[in-house]
T-cell receptor, first 113, second 113 residues
Framework: DAGITQSPRHKVTETGTPVTLRCHQT?????MYWYRQDPGHGLRLIHY???????DKGEVSDGYSVSRSKTEDFLLTLESATSSQTSVYFC????????????FGPGTRLTVL | KQEVTQIPAALSVPEGENLVLNCSFTDSAIYNLQWFRQDPGKGLTSLLL?????REQTSGRLNASLDKSSGRSTLYIAASQPGDSATYLCAVSGNQGAQKLVFGQGTRLTINP
């Protein structure tokens, strides 16, 4: 257990509404990540962070923004949700003291109607 | 662009058999390779991480090997049990810092009692 929690765990929303997903870690790891998992595409990186206020884009960043104002929290925002953003979202951290082994949170299932 | 392939997509074997799951990647310039397990509706559990300079890692009944030059890794499961039934994912990273993992689509393993 890497001390990663995600909230909410499930959310149903409507097209065009803003949505924010939260990832919280308890161990002060520098690197944090957001992935989405879809049938037929597997897991794909959305955004990642390498420190407070330091973030960068991943493979599928269009339509998403992130923020990290504290070491322990990494927020993923869908400014205007679309049906194509229906997915399961996973947050992860890297343990640099363990060869950068990556550990994942429990996931958030988001449905955009 | 790095691509990761896992074949077969699904595998069903009787309990007690030894089995091998395969992972291949197109760009041999990787930093590390990680194997995960995912149970239905759950998050990812890290099983093994192999650094690019290593040939194999072992944990209990699991052994992962890496042949970076040929772009291949295998996950060997000894004396399989019904509790091993899950989807197994491999992922590679090309970065020492931020671990931007590229995932395969997984092998769904079923162990029949």
């Amino acid at each position: 257990d890497a001390g990663i929690t995600q909230s909410p765990r499930h959310k149903v929303t409507e097209t065009g509404t803003p949505v924010t997903l939260r990832c919280h870690q308890t161990e002060n790891h520098r690197y944090m990540y957001w992935y989405r998992q879809d049938p037929g595409h597997g897991l794909r990186l959305i955004h990642y962070s390498y420190g407070v206020k330091d973030t960068d884009k991943g493979e599928v960043s269009d339509g998403y923004s992130v923020s990290r104002s504290k070491t322990e929290d990494f927020l993923l925002t869908l400014e205007s949700a679309t049906s194509s953003q229906t997915s399961v979202y996973f947050c992860a951290i890297s343990r640099t003291e363990k060869d950068n082994e990556q550990f994942f949170g429990p996931g958030t299932r988001l449905t955009v109607l | 662009k790095q691509e990761v392939t896992q074949i077969p997509a699904a595998l069903s074997v009787p309990e007690g058999e030894n089995l091998v799951l395969n992972c291949s990647f197109t760009d041999s310039a990787i930093y590390n390779l990680q194997w995960f397990r995912q149970d239905p509706g759950k998050g990812l559990t890290s099983l093994l991480l192999i650094q690019s300079s290593q040939r194999e890692q072992t944990s209990g009944r699991l052994n992962a090997s890496l042949d970076k030059s040929s772009g291949r890794s295998t996950l060997y499961i000894a004396a399989s049990q019904p509790g091993d039934s899950a989807t197994y994912l491999c992922a590679v990273s090309g970065n020492q810092g931020a671990q931007k993992l590229v995932f395969g689509q997984g092998t769904r393993l079923t162990i029949n009692p």
